[in-house]
């Protein structure tokens, strides 16, 4: 699902994001958009339906993702001072990669504390909460 999700993306950054981009109004108003759409896919996810998941939530999913990715870059070369542009994303990478790794530590400490059993049989992973009290 995953590569999936990044083939979307992939097409959407190659050949959609300029008129994306132009139809939303330019890339402050995409990423309020898109963290709308992000929120919305997210919701819609829990009626656990295979087909909508792969025809309409991973595309959006994708396209929130994607538009993200690529107007917070082009706002932070705007708001960047030119000298110190390179050391701004070499930042911006490592603190995109430190969350990535920390994500496994407090996503296990916050569904202990949100009351997950590991007798849960409903669980995606031991610990985890049932997805739709989620």
């Known amino acids: 699902i995953q590569s ?13 994001i300029g008129p994306l981009l132009s139809f939303m109004g ?4 995409a990423v309020c958009w898109s963290a709308l759409l992000l929120a919305l896919a997210t919701f819609l996810e829990l009626h656990r339906s295979m087909v909508i998941f792969l025809a309409v939530l991973s595309p959006a ?8 990715n690529v ?6 070369t705007r708001v960047a ?14 603190l995109q990669n430190a969350s990535a790794v920390t994500v496994p530590f407090y996503r296990t400490y ?5 009351g997950g059993s590991s007798g849960d049989l ?3 992973m031991e610990g985890d909460p049932d997805p739709i009290s989620w």
């Open 61 to 68: 999913i994708a396209v929130s993702t994607t538009m993200m």
């Open 81 to 94: 001072p030119e000298d110190s542009i390179f050391s701004v994303f070499a930042a911006l990478d490592v």
């Open 26 to 29: 330019g890339e402050q108003k």
């Open 110 to 114: 916050l569904f202990r504390v949100l």
């Open 122 to 124: 409903h669980s995606s």
């Open 71 to 76: 107007s917070l870059r082009s706002l932070l």
């Open 4 to 16: 999936y999700q990044q083939v979307l993306g992939f097409i959407i950054q190659s050949s959609l």
